[in-house]
């Protein structure tokens, strides 16, 4: 019935006396909220005084009704969850162990709140064993939160059966919001408290006690940042400032670990773990990416850890680099976020507060605690003075008091002739008529004179505390102070400074590396170093072991740190960086290019080139050269987002076959080399940039029988030379000034003389006097040497020795250092 509907003039008997009209937005409104705040007030947030919810404040205060102390023997946790449950908290059972084994977790609670006996859990996210088979008690820290409930410290409310009563708050001799933090999601909110040490929190708080108008950075003096109890690392403080100083923020967590060297390969070994992270998943997650071919210089990982602690040990593949290795590990693995929300319970209300009002709180409710609990102890000790007083008088009138008492005949009557003859109060005549005759003796006086002047110093100290705020907080500092000797132990969170996320080639060195690939797919990389310069005609040094019928294929020099582009015969380009590429030494065979680049099986490298920086690529082109003297450019900055799996480089006509590949500047001449020694110069212009997908335009008129070998940009200037080397190991270096420009798609000059001592071109490259060269046989014969110890002659020469060779082997690449 709607808000406007009409009441019926003359209702029926069946009618109620009295029709209340809603509307049902409202009361969907209206129930909505106050289901939010019961869900807000009675369970998902805690209260600011003590640090609890509701739910671990009832088991708490269950156990101490129980009497299981840190004191007694243990109990079963089914009993304990009984007991709360049945008195306290109407709610499932599971909810409630669930609460109660948190609190006996060393890694969830950064000071355990219960003794627990049996298992509780573990970080690899094992649940609890059944109540019925763990046992629990209150941890010593625990009581230090219920002390003083006997003395009207905090009020107490009705449960919800109203059969007896639970507290609201309890006393807490410590801030445990700030020392246990706390989880929690209600409807439209959630809190979001890290755990912090006990003895720094402590310290702030009495900094706070002795200084009201301190600030953030003066509290962070003795509270630097939340204390885990799994330990690890905290990355920066700019987080834990916000966090504080504005009740959200966000903190970064790192896993503490290290280098392990056992003469072979290095292991890292994770020691501990950011807070809640669970192992086994992080183990899992390490493992797929490794299987997955998404993190390489992983050889293995284990868990070995035991009762003594976490230790996870991460294997670096042979030949990898460990600093990159663990640099990938901790960035994507190791590291996580915090999100703090310091939300809690303020008068009922859920209200986001910074460090300096979370403690404030607390000490504002530590005070009234104090307070009450003094005035409880006051009365308490009034009494007793005025009952001492009354039996100071009786002693001082023993024998007729005496008297008294045996000649009434009841001891109403005797209360009503104490109160008339010696003016006494009705407490102090009921506690005379009943001692015992014996007690009113003069040996008893001094006894009871010393305990007077006792009790009377109590009441003046007691008074002293509440009529002095000074006083009342030197009380609240040294019960801090004794729960900080009692219970604090050294922070297990170190706190580090935020250097920035170092990348991988931050860690790597510049150094030129050859690259090496095989007929079969075989790849690794090696650093030129390895390979002394020797003069023009050695015979090299092995620079890798071949499977029996396989052979190099192609050898390029590049820089660690370059992008190393690699295309292959069906016309996609693969990237990778030169220090991600294995590294492996001269009488290894190397990794199969399958797990490197990821590309098919019926897929192989057909060329290679590298270039220093994707990012400016607008300026550079890439050309490319095929078999039957096709060329083709396109513009480098297409090759700025190269996928995983490849991207489509060019388009390459059917029976053709890509040759070679290099980086120009737009305002080089290009110079195409084929088998039989003829060479052509042109200028690049000439041939327009097209897109991936095209396959170019005629760049050399090749014979039948005959290939392009080799594509050379030589230098806008002119300067340099074209060492070319030939199959039978002769070579020379012929000044680029020697080959005329002209037009693309003519037959080319004579570049090298291919007789039968020479054999067909081998592979060519562009070289200055100064530079250093590296040639690779197809047997894997390396050899280094300086390209000045070379000839430098005319065209159409034969040249000279520049390697030795044995009878079944030949140069496959020339390159420059």
């Known amino acids: 019935m709607s808000a406007d509907s009409p009441v019926p003039e003359d209702p029926s008997p069946d009618f109620a006396a009295e029709v209340l009209h809603q509307a049902v937005d409202e009361q969907m409104e209206q129930s909505y909220i106050d289901y939010a705040m019961s869900v807000i007030a009675g369970r998902a947030l805690p209260d600011a005084r ?22 007694t023997s243990h109990r079963k946790s089914s009993s304990v969850v009984g007991e709360t449950m049945g008195d306290y908290h109407p709610h499932g059972d599971s909810a409630i162990y669930d609460t109660l084994a948190k609190m006996a977790q060393p890694f969830t609670m950064r000071h355990m709140l219960v003794d627990g006996q049996g298992n509780f859990g573990s970080v690899d996210g094992d649940p609890p064993a059944a109540m019925r088979y763990t046992e ?18 905090v009020d107490f409310q009705s449960n919800y059966d109203d059969r007896t009563t639970e507290p609201e708050v309890l006393p807490a001799k410590y801030p445990n919001l700030l020392v246990n933090g706390s989880t929690g999601i209600a409807v439209g909110m959630s809190t979001k408290i890290p755990p912090h040490n006990l003895g720094e929190t402590i310290d702030a708080a009495t900094h706070l006690i002795d200084n009201p108008e301190a600030d953030v950075e003066d509290l962070m003096e003795h509270l630097p940042g939340p204390d885990f109890p799994t330990g690890a690392k905290i990355v920066g403080r700019d987080g834990i400032y916000n966090a504080y100083s504005t009740g959200k923020g966000t903190i970064r967590m790192r896993a503490s670990f290290h280098v392990e060297e056992d003469g072979r390969t290095d292991k890292i070994v994770i020691t501990e773990l950011p807070y809640q992270e669970n192992k086994s998943r992080l183990i899992e997650r390490i493992a797929d990416k490794v299987k997955d071919g998404e993190f390489d210089g992983v050889s293995d990982i284990r868990d070995e850890s035991d009762r003594d602690g976490i230790r996870i040990v991460v294997s670096v593949k042979q030949g990898s680099n ?26 009922g209300e859920p209200r986001v507060l910074s460090l300096k009002q979370m403690l404030q709180e607390y000490l504002n ?39 008294l008492i045996q000649n009434v005949e009841s001891r109403d009557d005797a209360k009503a ?73 050294e922070r297990r969170t170190e706190i580090i400074e935020d250097t920035g996320n170092v990348q991988n080639e931050d860690l790597i060195p510049q150094e030129d590396i050859l690259i090496t690939f095989t007929d079969d797919g075989y790849l690794k990389r090696m650093p030129v170093d390895e390979f002394r310069v020797q003069n023009r005609g050695g015979k090299g040094v092995i620079g890798m072991t071949l499977k029996d019928g396989d052979s190099v294929d192609d050898a390029v020099t590049v820089n660690t740190h370059d992008h190393v582009l690699f295309f292959t015969d069906t016309g996609d380009v693969h990237e990778r960086r030169g220090f991600d590429l294995p590294e492996m030494g001269r009488q290894s065979r190397g990794t199969h290019i399958r797990n490197v680049l990821g590309i098919s099986e019926d897929e192989s490298v057909v060329a290679v ?95 039948d029988g005959e290939s392009v070998i080799g594509l050379i940009v ?54 200055t006097s100064d530079d250093t060269v590296v040639l690779a046989t197809e047997n894997a014969q390396v050899m280094r040497t300086d390209t000045d110890g070379i000839s430098s002659v005319g065209r ?13 082997d030949s140069p496959i690449s020339v390159t420059k250092v």
């Open 609 to 703: 080139t590298s270039v220093p920086d994707l990012t400016e690529a607008d300026s550079k082109q890439v050309a490319f050269a095929t078999r039957d003297g096709t060329v083709k450019r396109t513009s480098l900055a297409e090759f700025q987002n190269i996928q995983s799996n490849g991207i489509r480089a060019t388009g390459i006509a059917e029976e053709d076959a890509l040759v070679d590949v290099a980086i120009t500047s737009e305002s080089n001449d290009l110079m195409l080399v084929n088998s039989m020694g003829k060479a052509i110069r042109f200028d690049e212009q000439d041939v327009r940039s097209m897109g991936r997908s095209a396959t170019g335009v005629n760049g050399m008129e090749v014979p």
């Open 136 to 153: 629990s008690r209150m941890a010593p820290l625990a009581e230090d939160l219920l002390g003083d409930l006997d003395k009207d410290a």
């Open 322 to 347: 460990t600093d990159v290795v663990k640099n990938t590990l901790q960035s994507d693995f190791l590291e996580k976020t915090f999100g703090v929300i310091n939300l809690a319970l303020v008068d």
């Open 50 to 71: 003590d640090g609890l919810k509701p739910v671990h404040r009832r088991i708490l205060y269950a156990m101490h009704e129980a009497g299981v102390t840190s004191r």
């Open 417 to 489: 002739e104490l109160i008339a003859e010696y003016d006494f109060s009705d407490r102090q005549a009921d506690h005379i008529v009943r001692m015992q005759l014996g007690s009113l003796t003069s040996l008893e006086r001094e006894d009871i004179e010393d305990e007077y002047e006792s009790v009377r110093d109590t009441i003046e100290r007691l008074e002293g505390i509440l009529n002095s705020d000074a006083e009342l907080d030197s009380v609240i500092k040294a019960e801090l102070q004794s729960v900080r000797e009692d219970h604090a132990n």
């Open 796 to 808: 159409n020469t034969q040249g000279v020795t520049v390697i030795s060779l044995n009878d079944t």
């Open 365 to 403: 409710h530590r005070r009234d605690v104090v307070r009450r609990r003094t005035k409880y102890d006051l009365g308490e000790a009034e009494e007793r003075r005025e009952v001492l007083e009354g039996r100071l008088t009786a002693l001082d009138h023993v024998e007729d008091v005496v008297d």
């Open 714 to 767: 030589v230098p806008s200037d002119g300067s340099g030379s074209i060492l070319t080397v030939t199959e039978n190991g002769y070579g020379k270096r012929t000044a680029f000034e020697n080959y005329p420009s002209q037009s693309r798609g003519g037959k080319g000059l004579i570049d090298i003389k291919t007789n039968d001592r020479n054999g067909s071109v081998a592979d060519v490259v562009g070289v």
